[in-house]
């Protein structure tokens, strides 16, 4: 069994910063490719940052491009998401997806707010 979490969500000021983190857990045996994803109210949920499976490679929505950077530690299945220059309009719930094993999971969401 595979497990996904999520931390490090929070209610952070506009301007300020946050670093949030995905843990995989369980039955392990190959990861490939991990990313963000975010939902806010009323709206779909959409793609923030997808990290290759190397971690070499990232794929950004051009919202958060130059703000926001995706990275990885392979070897403790983590991977990050370091959030600068935080908007009021990235206020949404952040979900981690993963692909273990050929399948993908996800993670119940942190919540982000960023007040104006």
């Known amino acids: 069994q595979v497990q996904v979490v999520e931390s490090g969500g929070g209610l952070v000021q506009a301007g300020g910063s946050l670093r949030l983190s995905c843990t995989v857990s369980g039955t392990i045996f190959s990861i490939n490719g991990m990313g963000w994803y975010r939902q806010a109210p009323g709206k779909q949920r959409e793609s923030v940052a997808i990290s290759t499976t190397s971690g070499l490679r990232a794929i950004y929505a051009d919202s958060v491009k130059g703000r926001f950077t995706i990275s990885r530690d392979n070897g403790k299945n983590t991977l990050y998401l370091q959030m600068n220059s935080l908007k009021p309009e990235d206020t949404a719930v952040y979900y981690c997806?993963?692909?273990?094993?050929?399948?993908?999971?996800w993670g119940q969401g942190t919540q982000v707010t960023v007040s104006s």
């Open positions: 997806s993963s692909w273990v094993q050929g399948r993908n999971y």
